[in-house]
């Protein structure tokens, strides 16, 4: 499943923002796992370093990284898939 994910230019510019204050190579980590009310749980994290299936949504100064919890198969409905 290919799903196209985008980045709106506030979401962008808020990204980017929130990103300075964390430091240099701060990035925003988007996971998806099981549970939660739905039976997924959304996570937004900073990270300062990728993992090699990443997947890396850059505009201006905003970098998302997107993946899906290894362990559960369902998840990658709900985000895409990074392979």
């Not at 990204?15 to 009310?37: D, F, N, P, Q, Y």
């Not at 370093?49 to 998840?75: G, W």
Request: charged letters at 25%; proline letters at 1%.
């Amino acid at each position: 499943m290919t799903t196209a994910v985008t980045i709106s230019e506030r979401a962008a510019h808020r990204i980017g923002e929130i990103l300075k204050t964390e430091g240099s190579g701060a990035m925003l980590r988007i996971s998806v796992e099981g549970g939660g009310c739905s039976g997924f749980q959304y996570k937004f994290d900073i990270e300062h370093a990728k993992a090699e299936d990443d997947l890396v949504i850059a505009r201006d100064t905003a970098v998302v990284l997107v993946i899906v919890a290894q362990h559960d198969s369902n998840a990658h409905e709900f985000t895409p898939s990074a392979s």
